[in-house]
Nanobody
Framework: QLQASGGGLVQAGGPLTLSCAVSRRTASNNGMGWFRRVPGKEREFVAG????????MYSESVKGRFTISRDRAKDTVYLRMSSLKPEDTAVYYCAVSRTSHSPTKDSQHNYWGHGTHVTVSS
């Protein structure tokens, strides 16, 4: 139902765009979120977008560097990352919110995709 892609190895300061394809039946009226997990740490919220794309939210650590968007015609959510830092290295997950908005808690999301690895080299 969700398929994240676009991860890879990138140098610090560089850009990378992640994509998450989601079935229309699963998320057409739902908010979407991106989360990430570093080994040994809890999964953390990165960015979220409302069902129609009108509202977005970002964690403080990525605000101003990452942009979340969604193309409803393509049933795809994007996370455009720029000015990447080594501390952005993680496995990134996309998720479908239980509501039409973009909550920050992972417990408020009920569908998860397989993660995509992002490694930022210094």
């Amino acid at each position: 139902q969700l398929q994240a892609s676009g991860g890879g190895l990138v140098q610090a300061g560089g850009p990378l765009t992640l994509s998450c394809a989601v079935s229309r039946r699963t998320a057409s009226n739902n908010g979407m979120g991106w989360f990430r997990r570093v080994p040994g740490k809890e999964r953390e919220f990165v960015a979220g977008i409302s069902w129609n794309g009108a509202s977005t939210m970002y964690s403080e650590s990525v605000k101003g560097r990452f942009t979340i968007s969604r193309d409803r015609a393509k049933d795809t959510v994007y996370l455009r990352m720029s000015s990447l830092k080594p501390e952005d290295t993680a496995v990134y997950y996309c998720a479908v919110s239980r509501t039409s908005h973009s909550p920050t808690k992972d417990s408020q999301h009920n569908y998860w995709g397989h993660g995509t690895h992002v490694t930022v080299s210094s």
